[in-house]
């Protein structure tokens, strides 16, 4: 049996393919983590959830940003933009099954291997959260996603406000926190404000903000977190770090590290990608 994380993939569900197919993936031996951003700006978005679907507990996924947007265009919350590709989920027959499997994934997972734990996120997390922290606030918003409370909670998600947590926040003002580190996040304030005005390169921090992962005396160092999200920082491996965005839609790769009898042996594998969309 072999574990895997897969970074965004964006509706390219022939780089999907192509790279399961190069891992050698089995869905009665292996485990695959999809770290978010599973549709949209990509062909085929309806195609990579179907494939998920299909593919029961071997294939796990978390939501990203992209997917959030889904079900905020599918509940009349946002208007698709021009660079959407959404309309293969939003027109398909199946649009109900495909919509109902996204709200039923979470924002965080994590997995036991070899006595060691692995935390998964799509963007980022706050430095001030542990991983049992970060865990649990997932599991406040997963818990409205799939209830009757996703349309107005789709309706009252997006804004950059409040900017940093504190565990008085409440109500629709403590989930939109959740929801921007788990999902937006590339720089914060080592007090913890973030900033989602910055979309570059870890070396192009604004001042006075450094990537959330840099942040002195975050909760969650020496656990190790992977995510995916941003592009422009692209493949990073540290001990306790894997960053899997390596731009497929853009014409990058699809990128997957295998895992070996430990969390710290590693192999990456990737694929190259048709480019789907152009920067700008």
């Not at 195609?47 to 939501?63: E, K, N, P, Y």
């Not at 542990?130 to 818990?143: C, F, I, K, R």
């Not at 921007?180 to 001042?207: H, I, V």
Request: hydrophobic share 45%; with cysteine; glycine share 10%.
């Amino acid at each position: 049996m072999a574990l895997y994380c897969i970074g965004d993939i964006q509706g390219c569900a022939d780089a999907l393919a192509r790279l399961l197919d190069r891992i050698g993936f089995s869905a009665s031996r292996d485990t695959v983590y999809l770290l978010g951003d599973l549709v949209n700006r990509g062909p085929d978005s309806a195609a990579v959830l179907r494939r998920c679907m299909g593919s029961g507990d071997a294939i796990r996924c978390l939501l990203g940003n992209h997917d959030l947007h889904l079900l905020a265009v599918a509940h009349g919350a946002r208007k698709p933009s021009r660079r959407d590709t959404l309309g293969a989920v939003l027109d398909a027959p199946d649009r109900d099954a495909l919509l109902d499997w996204v709200r039923q994934q979470p924002l965080a997972r994590a997995h036991e291997h070899a006595g060691q734990s692995l935390l998964m996120v799509h963007a980022g997390v706050l430095p001030a959260w542990s991983a049992a922290d970060t865990l649990a606030l997932a599991q406040e918003v997963h818990a409205v996603l799939r209830s009757a409370e996703l349309p107005a909670f789709v309706h009252a998600m997006y804004g950059n406000a409040p900017e940093r947590w504190s565990d008085g926040l409440a109500g629709t003002e403590r989930l939109r926190v959740i929801v921007n580190a788990l999902t937006r996040l590339r720089f914060c304030s080592a007090g913890g404000a973030m900033d989602f005005d910055c979309s570059e390169s870890a070396s192009a921090a604004p001042p006075g903000l450094m990537p959330w992962f840099d942040v002195p005396g975050r909760r969650t160092a020496g656990t190790l977190m992977a995510f995916g999200h941003w592009s422009t920082l692209g493949w990073i491996e540290r001990s306790d770090l894997l960053g899997l965005d390596t731009g497929c839609v853009w014409g990058g790769c699809l990128s997957a590290v295998r895992f070996g009898a430990t969390l710290a042996q590693r192999e990456r594998l990737q694929v190259r990608c048709v480019q789907a969309l152009a920067p700008g």
